[in-house]
């Protein structure tokens, strides 16, 4: 009605939204805080999964590149044998040869697997990203 007076807020009523106020802020946070577990377990099977599933292929792909290296040696080895009484490559520098060429390229795959591990960003991102908005709406709302 027009002619109703308000009469100003008490301190109990102040006091009231203040303590609701701080409530919500602290309901925020720890709901903050169970998005970034949540999050961050995600993230930990994922890479859990993939580890996994690397190291097996990896521990694969070793047996190959043994089997692969001793071929190679034997190849390299045979391929040297003295045609018109010319001495082929010794069996010591066949595998010296394969060895160079292996250690150059697992050096170049260990510099990629380097590189790729430092882009990787341990930080739970989308949480990150919901604290900074709910910071910025706290800090626009007064």
């Known amino acids: 009605m027009a002619n109703e007076v308000q009469t100003p807020p008490d301190e109990a009523s102040m006091a009231g939204l203040l303590r609701g106020i701080i409530n919500d802020v602290g309901d925020l946070i720890r709901q903050e805080i169970r998005f970034a577990r949540t999050e961050i377990k995600s993230d930990v099977r994922k890479t859990t999964r993939a580890g996994a599933v690397s190291a097996i292929g990896l521990g694969l792909a ?43 390229v697992g050096s170049g795959v260990t510099y990629l697997g380097y590189k790729a591990l430092q882009s990787i960003n341990p930080l739970p991102e989308q949480t990150a990203e919901s604290v900074k908005e709910n910071v910025e709406w706290i800090m626009n709302s007064k």
């Open 62 to 104: 070793f047996i190959g590149v043994v089997l692969v290296a001793l071929m190679m040696v034997y190849l390299i080895n045979w391929l040297s044998l003295p045609v018109h009484s010319e001495p082929g490559i010794p069996l010591w520098g066949c595998y010296a040869i394969v060895a160079a060429v292996f250690l150059t």
